[in-house]
């Protein structure tokens, strides 16, 4: 598991020791990031240990075979690629268009070298030698991706980011290695045909086939299995990512609730407050809301329910059937309601159940509570709560409220407004 | 009700839940046996045979579904509610349909816990606000192409279930619809043997959202 998943959102904040060991760095290189990690690890300039690679590999090749012995055996260096966010990624593809005018001018000095060997009667470019440039560009380009899907692994432990470049990446990643496989046989084809003829090609062909047909079919239980147990792997990290969300969210919030109810035990109310505060929001958190509640009625009114029983040291119960979208007579629904639950939190008993249903012509709301009732006829005039910003609200949006209420047996208001007329 | 005291099992993880319940009914019903997982559960459940069994939905070891699975056709006259803290319909509907005959969530109180418990032992279901909610909404829209009864509501049927969803108790709801208690009991078992029975998308999406087909 990575160190640090829980501190943040897409940060991934890996602490690394200073590895004893060279690494690839991925940014700030060239082909592989080989130079730049010996670079790093022998404490020399870059470019000494560039130029000695080329040197080495234009006098017999022996530079390229290290360079490629170094690349399989340096692991990459996790620690940037870790930060994995976009900024990262940005410098990344920066340093890598950086590095391609490097490479330009890499190649020029490369070429120049050999132009000059070849005018002293050198001969390096022999027959053989195209093909065998071919076939290394082409495993340069393979083993490329597979550094790039290395790093696409390690960015998938980061979460979002993960997506992003599998994504972005994926079928840039096929064709570079459709051509890299191209260019390899290319230049295997080639070697051949320039050392022993078309002919005896044709049959070493053959012959290579058959070999590598036979080595896959033994290899092939091998491969796959390793294939399965990485997949599984990678479930497995996934799965653990799913622990360390809910985990940093029950650090979070539930935690701090637990550690609030503990310090307020002797008031029961603030308890009782504290306790369902943090049970709604758990519950949103884990029955993910179905809608946004700026822009679905449902949600909405499990929202300002929310507000409500956090203000008053409420229960609202709340059931909906059927929702949408929010427009003027469900706004003005929803309105009403919020003033009826407040009312109800306030004078009926601290309870209410709300009950919901929106159709597609109409909706009506229910609010019920088990205080202690109340005469609707015997309520003064200056008391606006109920006839004002309930009753009058819906009668103005071409609904009605009606009020039962019994004395000693709680009180229903009963909302509803037609959808019809406004849309 | 019988002179004798019901006898019910406790099923859930978690011991603090079930002290709580002991503490709230024990008095008033013969709690024989108690089980925190699953397979305790289907053995304690086959060696008491309990009148009524209250089922947590999650559990270790497989859920209350797998209780149910279990012990459903193996001791008939066991009745099972499930009482949970989950909101999701998935859970609701997939006990229900999985045998449950009623649901209630863990925020009931001592005395209306009592009552289910009553009821149900007596042969009827229980349905919370909730899981009326649930039921309108999984037999709302789409139905009218349904021949099958079972996917549909009767008039009577959906105003019981509306004035559930509003709060109301069995009493009030009969009051309201001037019927008696009995009446009302018989429209919420109808609607639950629909709720068990149905093919309907909704119903059957719930229900295979946890696998439970």
Known sequence: ?423 | MSDRLLRVVLVDDHAMVRSGVRAEIGADVDIVGEAGDVATAIQVIRETRPDVVLLDVHLPGGDGRAVLDACVEEVPETRFLALSVSDAPEDVVGVVRGGARGYVTKAITGPELLDSVRRIADGDAVFSPRLAGFVLDAFTGGAAESDDELDRLTPREREVMRLIARGYTYREVAKELVLSIKTVETHVSAVLRKLQLSDRHELTRWASARRLV
């Open chain 1, 1 to 423: 598991m990575r160190s640090g998943a829980l501190d943040g959102d897409d940060r991934v904040v890996t602490v690394t020791t200073a590895p004893p060991r060279a690494t690839r760095p991925v940014s700030g290189r060239v082909v592989a990031g080989v130079c730049r990690g010996l670079s790093e690890n022998l404490h020399l300039p870059v470019w000494v240990v560039r130029t000695v690679f080329v040197i080495l590999a234009l006098t017999g090749g022996i530079g390229l075979v290290l360079y490629a012995a170094f690349w399989a055996v340096l692991p990459l260096s996790p620690g940037l690629v870790a930060d994995g966010d976009l900024a990262a990624e940005d410098d990344f593809e920066g340093a890598r268009s950086a590095d391609f005018t490097r490479l330009l001018a890499l190649a020029a000095v490369a070429v120049g070298v050999v132009l000059l060997l070849a005018a002293l009667g050198v001969n390096i470019i022999s027959g053989s030698v195209v093909p065998i440039i071919l076939a290394i560009v082409g495993a340069a380009l393979v083993w490329q991706q597979a550094d790039d899907d290395q790093r696409s692994t390690w960015s998938a432990t980061a979460a979002r980011a993960a997506r992003q470049t599998a994504g972005t990446t994926a079928n840039a990643g096929r064709w570079r290695i459709v051509v890299g496989i191209a260019l390899v046989a290319l230049g295997v084809i080639g070697l051949l045909v320039s050392r022993t003829g078309p002919a005896a090609a044709v049959q070493a062909l053959a012959t290579a086939l058959l070999l590598l047909l036979g080595v896959g079919l033994v290899a092939f239980p091998w491969t796959y299995r390793r294939w399965r147990e990485q997949n599984e792997q990678r479930h497995a990290l996934i799965r653990s990512e799913e622990r360390a969300e809910i985990a940093a969210h029950v650090h979070d919030s539930v935690l701090q609730t637990l550690t609030l109810i503990q310090r307020n035990a002797a008031d029961p109310k603030e308890v009782q407050r504290l306790a369902r505060t943090e049970e709604r929001a758990l519950r949103s958190w884990l029955y993910a809301p179905t809608g946004d509640p700026d822009r679905t009625f449902a949600a909405a009114l499990q929202r300002d329910a929310t507000q409500v029983e956090a203000a008053y040291s409420a229960t609202m119960e709340v059931v909906t059937v059927g929702d949408a979208t929010l427009d003027a007579p469900l706004g003005a629904l929803l309105a009403a309601t919020r003033e009826v639950m407040v009312n109800a939190a306030r004078h009926g008993g601290g309870a209410a159940s709300v009950y919901a249903e929106v159709h597609d012509d109409s909706a009506e709301v229910f609010v019920r509570d088990r205080g202690q009732g109340f005469d609707p006829a015997a309520v003064p005039d200056d008391r606006h709560g109920l006839r004002e910003s309930v009753i009058g609200r819906m009668e103005r949006n071409g609904g009605s409220a009606e009020v039962v209420s019994t004395v000693g047996a709680g009180t229903e208001i009963r909302l509803r407004v037609n959808r019809t007329a406004a849309s």
